[in-house]
Nanobody
Framework: QVQLVESGGGLVQPGGSLRLSCVAS????????MNWYRQAPGKQRELVAA???????NYGDSVKGRFTISRDNAKNTVYLQMNSLKPEDTAVYYC?????????????WGQGTQVTVSS
């Protein structure tokens, strides 16, 4: 069983920055990939950034060059540094990981943290 707890969301002006954190409980954090998703009102949940157990990263096209995902295995924590924020980044941001067999993985989600970009 994995529990994910996000923090760091809030209200920020366009052009500003926020750093989200996600702390994972349980064992196995260091050997599992971690992801950040977001969901805006009326839209589907989309992948924002991903980081493998080895530290390789991948980003959604809309956030490339502005967001950075990182992890601290000693703290069981994954981060999302968000710079140059735009109103269209407004969404609930969710931390995600998968566990179990590769042919039938189980998704684990945090409760989400609201990010609002507005002047």
């Amino acid at each position: 069983q994995v529990q994910l707890v996000e923090s760091g969301g809030g209200l920020v002006q366009p052009g500003g920055s926020l750093r989200l954190s996600c702390v994972a409980s349980g064992s196995g954090f260091s050997i599992n990939d971690m992801n950040w998703y977001r969901q805006a009102p009326g839209k589907q949940r989309e992948l924002v950034a991903a980081i493998t157990s080895g530290g390789r990263t991948n980003y959604g096209d809309s956030v490339k060059g502005r967001f950075t995902i990182s992890r601290d295995n000693a703290k069981n924590t994954v981060y999302l540094q968000m710079n140059s924020l735009k109103p269209e980044d407004t969404a609930v941001y969710y931390c995600n990981t998968q566990r179990g067999a590769w042919w039938s993985p189980v998704d684990y989600w945090g409760q989400g943290t609201q990010v609002t970009v507005s002047s």
